[in-house]
């Protein structure tokens, strides 16, 4: 990485006086807080982690705001909850002590298609300190659940292998693991299939795909523009299952006292588990409290409540103890969700001078037998680029497998992966720098809708990419550049991912002691959701962020919605903005002093947060990536990786800057480490454990860098903030896969990149 | 976890007493493989005799210029130990491409030979498996084998053998030192390993109430140049997808000694004879190296899917073997 010299239009700059850390016509004495260049890192915990590659710039020092109001949006503010965290004083779901309380052990199906015939207990109760065994013939009947994966032990189908057929319960974990091994479940097998491919018989063209979008859409005449296109690209991508495996595995703490439940959840939604929860269970949701003060990560998979919570109430009400279910980590995969396989056909036709003519982005998936769940992989390719001609659509096959869910960026992170592969083949086919191939495709308006786009940099982002990335000494003859054994490349791949943003509520409460506190049933899953809302709270109050205490996590707070999409901090923000403002509009009004109890405000953004807009509402981004491949052993490992986004208002440089690089090191694992085989024969997933399925581990991971450019974006919010937790593993993946073709010269379609493949292909072609 | 016992022996006597005399015993070190085996289920031992403090732990030179390493020394600790490092590079290379940093603080060097395979089917009691079932069938036959045999297979089991430090021990002519009812013995490390043949449930040679004491490194390997070289899904915390531990000494541009054996192609550390006999005598240039490995690559049998392993073995060994043979003398 070559020296660069920090921009005033990148955000988390250098120490000049216009760095733009707090954006907007501030009073000058109120840039007061940022980052300031120091001798060395020290051991301060304001000293925020050196960000760019050595030489590049020195390191900075973070210098948490002086007491000054206004400033607090877009500081690095450090997460509230890290003392807790690193202390162990931050309980999760399954740390809850509550007296009395016992384990819940589920019990999967051993078989992939077919009927429980028989459940016998009698072993697995005659162990000491086994309370219940629940199975489908006698576990408490629920409600039919709108969500067919949550009607558990309901009835003797088991649709997949891993469907809990019974839960253990029992004194201790480890009795409740020997109890649940212990039951004798006898099953009538019938014939499964769990192979997808594209022309299987019971393939279907869903009315839509995840998120509502429709499953197919098509402008002009794609196929004939197609065929009559100067230059054409078809190509084929295959992304695999993958999985979400957040640290924490998914678990409830469950506790009835009479008709009240209160669910201690790691969940990235309470509000939505309370409400499912009683129509489950037909309780008010008065009767209902969900608790997810700390949660360890989810990535989509604990968007929605899911067997854990259900299992735990179920038992806690069995056996008339606090219940805590926590899923071990073999059982998640076929458990709680996981990323279905997509297999993509990309047809690019572009005149000779790059300007696309005809786009066209099919996608076959899977889901089970349970639901309907369709990854929206071709949806990204509607968005991108100005294609006159234009066909993106999904085809769905049911098939005996565990239900596919939503996993960081669904749709965006397959389907980026495969469209920005794609651009990189025509890009060679034409001749093209794939950098300005992107740019001569920029779209004026949206290509699906038609509609403005609120604020669209993507062109920006590219070209100050290129500049830091050194792009522009890059020889793109591919397979020309060794380092002993090693063939090194470089590749660049966009980014993007939808504005999505919902109604939520909040209050904001003054107290006589001049703090502040603002309530909101937020979810912190570890993106430091609790610390940006102070930061918007503070700004709309203008107080110092150190008044201000925030409450999430609980639904005796305002409902909120999930932390999902990356909506979150859009969403529960604009309600946080709404009360304070409200709050500071009140004080400003008021004489005399504060009552004891202070004053409250409360905000309900609906009718505003999910108002139609006339603008097509999305981030952007690129990524560049420096890999070495190993001519030896096939072996690919990153050298370098860099994201340059475009996401409205940074809200605070150092959570998100956490976020991009997070997502980035999710999209590097799909490129070359992470990859799932579904077992046919069985209808599982092979790979079960953290042993066998490949995150990468520290020495996988390179000099990351993330930066982002300046947004002012009106149409948004009033923060002006777009989301960032899922972009930066969009486009990663095909980064990474462009610049292993750059090093080989060989066009690998089937991800991950793992050695066995790009050894083999070395072999045969190289 | 089912309920077990407990005991904690002060000697290798006592621990081969109290195992004796526990029908369903198992020896308990670091626990790396044991405990994580107990809850899945494969393993449920009556009994656990806690070894991990028996004095076993030392890395002793011996008058012959022999090393003898304890088997509960960490693998850490023999990584980093002296002489070690200076006398058995490749030793201490193998220890260190396994498993992770964690993990390596814990495990013991008789442990570290004792691990179970990874295959998928035995660690799922839901799955038919011979090793861990007799009889049951093996499941990755026909189901997911790319990081299973080219070796020494059989129609009951493709498993391979998991740890890298055998096969830098097998590479080196090390001994398996062995306590038992009967009395002391040692066998070579590259016959400790059984292949599966008709039975894979037997892992090893070892007997029945038998415990590993200790290794022995030769004086014969002592200060040879040797290297371990890996192959992996991820850069750390990965088993191999195949490996190679080489010891070659050269004199005059003429091999004069070489050890060769690769991991993770076989039920144990494949010690490659065939190319091994090419090689003593042999000119030290790639195209003799490639000659030999090539000797011992072509007896491979590759299932459906693993094929890879095959040309890998062979850049992996033809490129440490290079590495280690001194440049030509300009003439």
């Not at chain 1, 403005?452 to 100050?464: A, G, M, Q």
């Not at chain 1, 994201?643 to 590097?668: C, E």
């Not at chain 2, 371990?228 to 915390?237: N, T, V």
Request: with cysteine; proline share 9%; hydrophobic share 40%.
């Amino acid at each position: 990485m070559p020296p660069t010299d920090p921009t005033p239009q990148v955000a988390g700059g250098g120490p000049s006086g216009d760095d733009p850390l707090v954006p907007g016509a501030l009073p000058a004495e109120d840039v007061a807080a940022g980052w300031t260049e120091a001798a060395g890192a020290g051991g301060s915990a304001r000293t925020a982690p050196p960000s760019e590659a050595p030489g590049a710039r020195a390191v900075r020092t973070y210098e948490e705001p002086a007491p000054r109001t206004g400033a607090a949006l877009g500081a690095a503010a450090g997460r509230r909850e890290g003392r807790e965290k690193v202390s162990g004083a931050a309980r999760y779901a399954g740390e809850h002590h509550l007296s009395g309380r016992v384990y819940g052990w589920p019990v999967p199906a051993g078989i992939a298609r077919g009927r429980v015939t028989g459940v016998d207990t009698s072993a697995a109760l005659a162990l000491p300190g086994v309370l219940a065994v629940l199975t489908p013939g006698d576990a408490p009947r629920l409600a039919e659940p709108d969500d067919a994966t949550l009607a558990l032990l309901q009835n003797p189908r088991v649709p997949h292998r891993g469907w809990c057929v019974a839960l253990a319960v029992a004194e201790t974990p480890e009795s409740a693991r020997d109890a649940a091994r212990a039951v004798r479940v006898t099953y009538a097998r019938e014939p499964h299939d769990a192979g997808l491919r594209p022309d299987h018989p019971d393939a279907y063209e869903p009315e839509e795909a995840n998120g509502g979008q429709p499953g197919r859409l098509e402008l002009g005449d794609p196929a004939a523009a197609f065929a009559a296109a100067p230059v054409r690209v078809d190509t084929a991508y295959r992304v695999p299952p993958l999985h979400n495996h957040p640290m924490e595995p998914h678990t409830t703490t469950a506790d009835w006292d009479g008709d009240r439940l209160t669910v201690y959840t790691s969940s990235q939604g309470g509000t939505t588990v309370r409400s499912v929860l009683a129509g489950l269970f037909r309780l008010p949701e008065e009767q209902i409290t969900v608790i997810a003060e700390h949660v360890g990560g989810g990535f989509g998979s604990k968007g929605t409540p899911r067997p854990d919570v259900v299992l735990a109430a179920m038992a806690a009400r069995r056996t008339g103890r606090p219940v805590t279910v926590a899923f071990p980590r073999r059982h998640l995969p076929t458990t709680v969700g996981h990323r279905a396989p997509t297999l993509h056909r990309l047809r690019l036709g572009a005149t000779p001078d790059g300007r696309l003519i005809a786009l066209l982005h099919e996608v076959t998936t899977h889901t089970s037998r349970v639901k309907e769940f369709v990854e929206q992989a071709a949806v990204p390719s509607r968005v991108m680029y100005a294609a006159p001609h234009l066909l993106s659509t999904h085809t769905v096959v049911p098939l005996d497998v565990p239900t596919p869910s939503w996993m960081r960026a669904p749709g965006e992170a397959p389907g980026m992966y495969a469209l920005e592969s794609a651009m990189d083949e025509l890009a060679g086919a034409l001749g093209l720098d794939p950098v300005e191939l992107r740019i001569r495709n920029e779209p004026e308006r949206d290509p699906g809708t038609g509609s403005p786009f609120s604020s669209r940099h993507l062109v920006e982002c590219l070209r100050e990419g290129a500049r830091r990335f050194g792009w522009d000494r890059r020889d793109p003859r591919p397979g020309t550049r060794a380092d002993g054994p090693l063939l090194l490349g470089t590749g660049v791949a966009a980014a993007t991912y939808p504005v999505m943003v919902s109604p939520s509520t909040a209050t904001a409460t003054a107290l006589p002691d001049g703090t502040f506190v603002v309530r909101v049933n937020a979810s912190d899953i570890g993106t430091g959701a609790r610390t940006v809302l102070a930061q918007v709270a503070a700004d709309a109050l203008h107080v110092p962020l150190d008044r201000v205490r925030t409450e999430v996590g609980r639904t005796d707070l305002p409902p909120a919605p999930l932390a999902g999409g990356s909506s979150g901090t859009a969403s529960w923000g604009w309600a946080v903005h709404e009360a304070c403002t409200d709050l500071a509009a009140r004080l400003a009004a008021l004489t005399g002093p504060l009552p004891t109890e202070g004053i409250e405000t409360r905000a309900d953004t609906t009718g505003r947060a999910d108002a139609d807009t006339p603008y097509a509402r999305h981030a952007f981004g690129a990524h560049f990536a420096e890999v070495a491949v190993d001519t030896v052993t096939g072996e690919t490992r990153v050298r370098r990786l860099l994201g340059v986004y475009a996401a409205g208002r940074i809200l605070n440089a150092r959570t998100a800057r956490s976020q991009f690089v997070g997502g980035m090191t999710m999209g590097l694992g799909m490129a070359l480490t992470e990859g799932s085989t579904l077992d046919r024969p069985f209808g599982d997933f092979t790979e079960a454990d953290l042993a066998s399925y490949h995150v990468p581990a520290h020495a996988d991971v390179p000099d990351i860098e993330a930066d982002w450019i300046e947004e002012d974006d009106p149409h948004l919010n009033p923060m002006g903030s777009k989301g960032i937790g899922e972009i930066g593993i969009v486009g990663t993946a095909a980064a990474i896969g462009n610049a292993v073709h750059h090093a080989t010269g060989i066009r690998f379609r089937d991800l991950p990149l793992t050695p066995d493949r790009i050894l083999g292909a070395l072999l045969r072609e190289g | 976890m089912k309920a077990f016992g407990y005991v904690r022996p002060r000697t290798v006597e006592e621990a081969a007493e109290a195992y004796a005399a526990h029908p369903g015993a198992r020896y308990l070190a670091g626990g790396t493989n044991l405990v994580d085996l107990m809850k899945l289920g494969v393993e449920s031992p009556a009994v656990l005799v806690d070894i991990g403090r028996l004095p076993l732990d030392t890395v002793e030179e011996r008058p012959d210029g022999s090393l003898r390493v304890g088997a509960t020394v960490r693998n850490s600790d023999l990584a980093a130990h002296p002489l070690v490092r200076d006398r058995y590079p490749v030793l201490s290379q193998a220890l260190l491409a396994g498993a992770s940093g964690q993990l390596r603080n814990a495990a013991t060097t008789g442990g570290n030979l004792l691990q179970r395979t990874r295959c998928p089917y035995f660690q799922d009691l839901d799955k038919p498996c011979n090793k861990r079932v007799p009889g049951s069938g093996c499941a990755a036959l026909a189901g997911v084998h790319r990081d299973h045999a080219v070796f020494g297979h059989s129609d009951r089991c493709i498993a391979t053998h998991p740890s890298d430090m055998a096969v830098a021990l097998a590479a080196l002519d090390a001994r398996v030192e062995l306590y038992g009812t009967e009395g002391t013995r040692s066998i070579p490390v590259a016959d400790f390993h059984r292949l599966p043949g008709e039975h894979p449930e037997r892992d090893t040679e070892i007997r029945p109430g038998e415990l590993i004491t200790g290794v022995l490194l030769p004086a014969a390997r002592a200060g040879v140049p040797s290297a371990y070289r890996k192959a992996r899904d991820r850069a750390s915390y990965a088993f191999a997808l195949a490996s190679v531990a080489v010891v070659l000494r050269v004199a005059d541009g003429v091999v004069d000694q070489v050890g060769l054996a690769f991991g993770g192609l076989a039920h144990r550390p494949w010690r490659a004879h065939h190319a091994e006999t090419a090689l003593l005598g042999a000119a030290a240039t790639p195209p003799a190296f490639e000659g030999a490995i090539d000797l011992e690559l072509e007896r491979a049998e590759p299932l459906r899917d693993n094929a890879f392993k095959v040309p890998l073995a062979h850049n992996l060994a033809l490129d440490t073997l290079t590495r280690l043979a001194p440049a030509p003398s300009p003439v």
